[in-house]
T-cell receptor
Framework: QKEVEQNSGPLSVPEGAIASLNCTYS??????FFWYRQYSGKSPELIMF????GDKEDGRFTAQLNKASQYVSLLIRDSQPSDSATYLC???????????FGTGTRLKVLA | GAVVSQHPSRVICKSGTSVKIECRSL??????MFWYRQFPKQSLMLMAT?????????EQGVEKDKFLINHASLTLSTLTVTSAHPEDSSFYIC???????????FGPGTRLLVL
């Protein structure tokens, strides 16, 4: 069974610090990787996607992918209290539009 | 990012009634949409994949006769919860797959409360 695993947290970081969120996946055929942010009571919103090994930066966010280790991470620089949310990792395999979601990591940024 | 709407945002109904939820992709065409359910403090659970012009594909354990899905056009999918019961109370979220961006975009969700 294809799985995506995340530490449920909460991960607490002080304001201004770097938050590091991690995700591992079991399906080596996975091709696309996504990070969504979900505030309490709201639906998920897309933060970033990454397809190739290495780093991809967008503002304060950096996604990192290592297909050999089956590992994807999200770094949030200069964390703000408004970044406090649950972060969902999602993985898409080839030949399907379905995503496999992790259970999410709850991030708390302390002011 | 692409915009997906859902209607209604919140609905309260009596046990035994049916509730229809609409999901629309506003600025792109979506041949594939997904319906998820999320209980409080739990993760997203995929219920079914909605395909324009064909039958929906349901995940294991999801009753297709209870959760009717219709994907009548490239921008609209509907989920009907038939004969709703209190245990169906949940947060229902749709997503639409943008094949150009190769990404799912989520609607804002519908909170259903069955009394």
């Amino acid at each position: 069974q294809k799985e995506v695993e995340q530490n449920s947290g909460p991960l607490s970081v002080p304001e201004g610090a770097i938050a590091s969120l991690n995700c591992t996946y079991s399906d080596r055929g996975s091709q696309s990787f996504f990070w969504y942010r979900q505030y309490s009571g709201k639906s998920p919103e897309l933060i970033m996607f990454i397809y190739s090994n290495g780093d991809k930066e967008d503002g304060r966010f950096t996604a990192q992918l290592n297909k050999a280790s089956q590992y994807v991470s999200l770094l949030i620089r200069d964390s703000q209290p408004s970044d406090s949310a649950t972060y969902l990792c999602a993985v898409k395999s080839s030949g399907t539009y379905k995503y496999i979601f992790g259970t999410g990591t709850r991030l708390k940024v302390l002011a | 990012g692409a915009v997906v709407s859902q209607h209604p945002s919140r609905v309260i109904c009596k046990s035994g009634t049916s509730v229809k939820i609409e999901c629309r992709s506003l600025d792109f065409q979506a041949t594939t949409m997904f319906w998820y359910r999320q209980f409080p403090k739990q993760s997203l659970m995929l219920m079914a994949t909605s395909n324009e012009g064909s039958k929906a594909t349901y995940e294991q354990g999801v009753e297709k006769d209870k959760f009717l899905i219709n994907h009548a056009s490239l921008t609209l999918s509907t989920l009907t919860v038939t004969s709703a019961h209190p245990e169906d109370s949940s947060f229902y979220i749709c997503s639409a797959y943008d094949s150009v961006q190769e990404t799912q975009y989520f609607g804002p969700g519908t909170r259903l409360l069955v009394l």
